[in-house]
């Protein structure tokens, strides 16, 4: 697998890499777009807070209301307590109909999750000390949004989002071209 970290000798030839960081941008807190950019299927060895259980590691590429896009981490485990934010997502990507109401059965469709996948979320900062004691921001996704959640945050993102494939904006209310 290209992704998976993998050690090398002094005397070996490697590829250089980008060295900007990434694409890590601490995102304005409030609505964002968000569209799976990774899936994997992992384990969470558990802690002194969560049991052991199955999750959903996904990595995200999030636009906030500025136009920022950064790269979110969000794992999903498979937990009782971790409903909510299980059923939220699954409804804010479209794979359960957002009129499912509360305590319904259902499957979760793990498999009809896709990359390109899109849908809204509400992003906030959440501050951390690194190994080095250095006071650091990261973004995490709040919640996943959908229903009347949705309506209001793309009135917020509409100046930011981009033009479905085929759509002709008139011109005479164009303000800015789509990202």
């Given at each position: 697998?290209?992704?998976?970290?993998?050690?090398?000798?002094w005397?070996?030839?490697?590829?250089?890499?980008?060295?900007s960081?990434?694409?890590?941008?601490?995102?304005?807190?409030?609505?964002?777009?968000?569209?799976?950019?990774?899936?994997?299927?992992?384990?969470?060895?558990?802690s002194?807070?969560?049991?052991?259980?199955?999750?959903?590691?996904?990595?995200?590429?999030?636009t906030?209301a500025?136009?920022?896009?950064?790269?979110?981490?969000?794992?999903?485990?498979?937990?009782?307590?971790?409903?909510?934010?299980?059923?939220?997502?699954?409804?804010a990507?479209?794979l359960?109909?957002?009129?499912?109401?509360?305590?319904?059965?259902?499957?979760?469709?793990?498999?009809?999750?896709?990359?390109?996948?899109?849908?809204?979320?509400?992003?906030?900062?959440?501050?951390?000390?690194?190994?080095?004691?250095?006071?650091?921001t990261?973004?995490?996704?709040?919640?996943?949004?959908?229903?009347?959640?949705?309506?209001?945050?793309?009135?917020?993102?509409?100046?930011?989002?981009?033009?479905?494939?085929?759509y002709?904006?008139?011109q005479?209310?164009?303000?800015?071209?789509?990202?």
């Amino acid at each position: 697998m290209a992704d998976e970290i993998r050690a090398f000798g002094w005397d070996d030839t490697v590829q250089t890499a980008d060295d900007s960081g990434g694409d890590f941008a601490v995102l304005r807190p409030g609505f964002a777009t968000f569209r799976i950019s990774e899936l994997k299927r992992g384990y969470f060895e558990g802690s002194a807070k969560m049991p052991q259980c199955h999750q959903m590691q996904l990595t995200l590429t999030c636009t906030d209301a500025d136009g920022t896009s950064s790269t979110v981490y969000e794992n999903l485990p498979l937990l009782s307590n971790w409903l909510w934010k299980l059923t939220a997502f699954f409804k804010a990507v479209r794979l359960i109909p957002e009129e499912t109401p509360a305590g319904s059965n259902v499957n979760l469709p793990w498999n009809s999750l896709a990359v390109g996948q899109m849908g809204y979320c509400k992003v906030k900062n959440r501050q951390y000390t690194n190994k080095k004691g250095e006071q650091k921001t990261t973004n995490q996704i709040e919640r996943f949004l959908h229903g009347d959640a949705c309506a209001e945050a793309q009135a917020v993102l509409a100046p930011v989002m981009a033009a479905p494939a085929g759509y002709q904006q008139p011109q005479q209310q164009l303000s800015q071209p789509w990202a």
